[in-house]
């Protein structure tokens, strides 16, 4: 099953950074950019209470307010303002404790001892405790509940598949123990090191039991107002399509000891503007933050304005199937990786992206600044005299004569205004430098091509090469390499490993580093093993990156105390250092 939140090849830049993020949107990029940039202004007043409201905006609209089922960005912009989990992601991208104050894994790594903090409630008061936390992961992954999304992340819990499949009616006392009201033991399937990540994800957050029998296992999140979350907000106003309010609640600050300053916090939603559209709105006071357009930078840049740029962990990349012809070659896939100037890409798109070779993106742990392109080419612009030779080298192991033996070649990728600009670049590159036509493929909408990747598993009759992106689900270097190219892997549509060419023994064998590196304890032997895995990856074009999103944002002086990372998370408890100045 395709994990739904991050993979999103409808809107691929803008409408990505509009979405991904409460903070974080926008496009633009820099060089020499660190994991997280706190602001903070000394010497001006904190403002009045009553002015103690921040403002900002979402993307689209919110499809669900139920962490178990939410499958897009901003749903769980929302839904991370409302609900909590075990644990959380902080402010460098590491996991942090939340409703866990501390965790033990067993020597085996197959159980992992969760101690609570005490006194813990949800936001109406009501005692939470361990038969919470079970309660919740349980209904996630129940049948009835209906989520597209649990077992991609609660999946490594065993017998978790058995429930979803509606095999068993529970895994609570099997794999989900609570010996005391402040203790969870989850049993995996196998040991990985990045299992911590994975209940970063919403669907592992506490849901108040009450209020789902009360209200019912569809409707309680229309009664939210009243409770339901653990996490630092209550929803006090909601309108579809329009706006969300929320208030801070007071028993999650308790538990903190911290007194938050904002009073509220505001989220409008901006589905149909464009960029230029969210600008104005920020200059005309109506919200305190925006993505700033390529044409405005200069005057973004301007005081009073804090303006930032910041890579986003989300690569747009082209895919290829390793069990049709020509992609069984290797030989053809690096003349074909090698071919593209990746900078021609980027001044296309008004030089506000970073062009890259790399799987794993810069600005979390595993970037690896020293991997190189296939064929240990480092240029970005690629290398069109060894493009030829290497698919000359191609012909000559297909036994074929010239280029004009080479099956035909399409391209599929998700119609959009800036797809459709940047496809003909890529053809004429490749008819340039190889000869090769190639023709495109459009498709109307993402779930045309997500149903046509997932039919090109195991089919060398499926896709031949496509457009596609990858966003982080959470910062850890598994989700950028096992689970993209594995065996079964989810994201491995490309058949990496599983095929019949010559190279499937090697590729192999990267799959099993990956699987070592997943369960390895120590971390920087961890990061390595994956590094090492990644280049070979690059070597054997398992993907062709072709560039790094990123944001371009400015942000009203008056708020304080906000900091910002590549994957958008401001951590629950961050809330309490975030307030606004007189103004």
Known sequence: MMRLTRKDTTKPLLTFVCLVTLLLTGCGGSPGISKSATIFITGTPKALPEQQVYRSFIGANITTLDPARVGDPTSIQAIDMIFTGLVQIDDNLHVASELAKSWDMSSDGLQWTFHLHPHLTFSDGTPLTSKDVANSIDRALQPATNSNVSLSYLGLIRDADKLHNNQITTIIGDSILTPDADTVILKLVKKVAYFLYTLTYPCSYVIEQSMIDKYGNEKFTEHLPEGGGAGPFIVSYYSYKQEIDFTPNLHYYDYYAKTPLLKKVVFLNFTLKSSTDIYQAYQNGEIDMSSVPPDKVQEARQRPNKYYRFPNLFIVYLAMNFMAKPFDNLHIRQAFALSLDRDKFNQALGNTQY?????????????????VGPAKVQDLNGDSTLAGQLLQMGLQDEGWSDVSQIPRITITYKRSAKYDMLMPLAIKMWQSVLGVSVIPVPVADTVTLQNEENATKGNSQGLQMWLDNWSADYPDPENWTTLQFDNNAVGNYMNYGQNDSTDAPAE????????????????????HLYQMAEQQLVDQVAWIPLWQASSRIVQKPYVQGIVYNPIGIIPPSDWANIYITEH
């Not at 790399?358 to 742990?365: F, R």
């Open 355 to 371: 062009p890259t070779y790399h799987i794993i993106p810069k600005g979390m742990d595993g970037y690896n600044s020293n991997l």
């Open 508 to 527: 192999q064998m990267v799959q099993q580093q990956l699987e070592q590196a997943d369960a390895e304890a120590n971390s920087a032997v961890r990061l």
